[in-house]
Nanobody
Framework: QVQLVESGGGLVQPGGSLRLSCAAS????????MGWYRQAPGKQRELVAS???????NYADSVKGRFTISRDNAKNTVYLQMNSLKPEDTAVYYCNAIFRAVGAYWGHGTQVTVSS
């Protein structure tokens, strides 16, 4: 059984920063890719950033230059450093991981609210 546990969400003022973490646990061989998605009220879930096992990253245009995704393979953990946050970044952020020979899993989500 595989689990993804997110942490680090919260309330922050515009221009502020937050760091999200997502740790994978359970029985699996390896993780080929990890990423962060977000879903705002009334909108579809969208990709924010992703990182593959080799370290290559991909970002949504709306967060380029402000967010940084990183990964600690030894800890099976992915991070999302979010700087210069805007009200439009408000959403539930979900961690996603693709496990080799197991498939894709989602975390339960963590709320990020950017408001003054």
């Amino acid at each position: 059984q595989v689990q993804l546990v997110e942490s680090g969400g919260g309330l922050v003022q515009p221009g502020g920063s937050l760091r999200l973490s997502c740790a994978a646990s359970g029985t699996f061989f390896s993780i080929s890719a990890m990423g962060w998605y977000r879903q705002a009220p009334g909108k579809q879930r969208e990709l924010v950033a992703s990182i593959i096992s080799g370290g290559s990253t991909n970002y949504a245009d709306s967060v380029k230059g402000r967010f940084t995704i990183s990964r600690d393979n030894a800890k099976n953990t992915v991070y999302l450093q979010m700087n210069s946050l805007k009200p439009e970044d408000t959403a539930v952020y979900y961690c996603n991981a693709i496990f080799r020979a197991v498939g894709a899993y989602w975390g339960h989500g963590t709320q990020v609210t950017v408001s003054s």
